[in-house]
């Protein structure tokens, strides 16, 4: 049964949309958590779009759980993560102009660079993670970066436009899970995971974790946080 931790972000963006007060990621962390929820997500992005290092700040005094941090590999966000010190770092990768995050870390031809940023983040005390894609060459990569944790992006998965492709989907996260395990490296796995679809990735012996934001704060804005971590919840632990 995996643990499931909360993203807020989209909490930020909506308070962003009239740069207010409100409503608060830091209140929405505290009752995700009152819920039930293992641990918060929340993504610094270089352009500030939604999470402030406000909120940052306040989360890492009032989470009591497990605090995420996902950030870009940059020199900036790793003296954030140095001077915040969340419980994990997970990396992913950033371009100004999307929506959400399109697809997982190119670890592959970058692993010396790698190697450095993760150690020096790793060798301050804080685990990180990488975000990439369900594919041996980022797993092997990933392994050789030092990292104590990935997380596989379900995207391709969650997005299947029939069943077909999403059977051939969840065995390409099925196949990297297992690989990641057998390597030695902690699986948490997560991106576009909903109530509908989630209770296959759920069942995954390997994935500890998975980090779910936008579909949980949709039905929030619906039916309040509590009932809708509480639901996420009874589904990933059936």
Not at 2 to 10: K, T
Not at 168 to 195: M, Q, T, W
Not at 213 to 231: F, K, P, Q, T, W
């Amino acid at each position: 049964m995996p643990r499931l931790s909360v993203n807020i972000d989209h909490i930020a963006t909506l308070r962003q949309a009239r740069r207010g007060v409100e409503p608060d990621p830091v209140a929405a962390a505290v009752l995700a958590e009152l819920a039930g929820a293992d641990g918060i997500i929340a993504h610094l992005r270089e352009d500030r779009r939604h999470v402030q290092d406000r909120d940052l700040r306040l989360l890492r005094q009032t989470v009591q759980t497990r605090l995420n941090l996902e950030m870009a590999a940059t020199e900036e966000m790793r003296g954030i993560a140095l001077d915040v010190k969340p419980d994990i770092v997970t990396l992913v990768p950033e371009k100004r102009e999307e929506l959400t995050t399109e697809g997982g870390l190119e670890v592959a031809s970058r692993i010396d660079a790698m190697q450095s940023f993760v150690g020096k983040v790793q060798d301050a005390g804080i685990p990180v993670s990488l975000f990439i894609d369900p594919d041996e060459r980022q797993i092997s990569a990933a392994k050789k970066s030092g990292a104590a944790w990935v997380e596989i992006h379900t995207g391709a998965y969650a997005n299947a436009k029939n069943e077909t492709v999403r059977g051939i989907e969840f065995g390409k996260i099925l196949d990297a899970a297992k690989l990641a395990a057998s390597l030695g490296l902690r699986v948490g796995g997560g991106h576009g995971l909903n109530y509908i679809n989630v209770k296959g990735i759920a069942r995954i012996a390997e994935i500890e974790e998975l980090n779910i934001g936008h579909s949980i704060i949709a039905r929030a804005a619906l039916s309040g946080m509590n009932r809708a971590v509480r639901d996420m919840i009874a589904l990933t632990r059936l």
